[in-house]
């Protein structure tokens, strides 16, 4: 497809390899709609969870977040709030602007490569403060971004497994297949314009048949 992006080593066509329904985008790939697409980010959500847990991370914080990523991937009826919207707590107020921010303003896109909102940091101060949680906010911060970058680097590993296989049997069939597939479609080409290669060419398709 002439002026649309692919990679001849990995797929041929620009569209998304796990749904074949759009244009793969990175933010696409980040939000396929697919069943096995978001299998894959369920399970890897959960890691996000269970990882900022073990950062002490504040419930409110951890499902806040969760939340966020849920309505960007499957945008509400009505607009997005943050569990802690209509609270006066002090922390619940900043919890509710950062997550206002990041939807409204950054982008939960922005969020999965890594550029969060400074507000989710100063809400983790906030209730660290008011719980006696003694957390380092900014190290919180860093780990966070860390966090997200092994989300999307897990992400793309599971889509190229889908394209190239997970063990070296499933890449072995993979690029067989593929090489079928192409070899299939010479074929087809010539046997309906023989012109399609030289003639000093055709012995190539006519000495031997597809099996």
Known sequence: MQGQPSNRYYQSS???????????????????????????????????????????????VTSTILQGFHHWIHPPNSCSRAPTTGSLAGADIVLTAADHEQFHDLGWYQCSLGRIS?????????????????????????????????????????????????????????????????????YAQFSSDPTYILPRHHHLFTQCTIV
Do not use: M
Not at 19 to 36: G, M, N, S
Not at 149 to 175: C, D, M, V
């Open 14 to 60: 620009p569209l998304c390899p796990i749904c074949q329904d759009a244009k793969e985008t990175f933010e696409h790939f980040l939000t396929c709609p697919h069943h096995l697409a978001q299998e894959a980010r369920t399970l890897q959500l959960t890691s996000l969870a269970d990882a900022l847990g073990k950062l002490r991370t504040p419930c409110g």
């Open 118 to 186: 400074i507000k989710w940091q100063q809400a983790v101060e906030e209730y660290s403060r008011r719980d006696n949680l003694f957390l380092d906010s900014s190290l919180w911060a860093s780990s966070f971004i860390q966090l997200l970058w092994s989300y999307t680097k897990n992400l793309w590993q599971h889509r190229n497994e889908f394209i190239l296989g997970s063990t070296p049997e499933e890449e072995a069939t993979k690029l067989l297949a593929k090489l079928h597939d192409q070899v299939s479609y010479h």
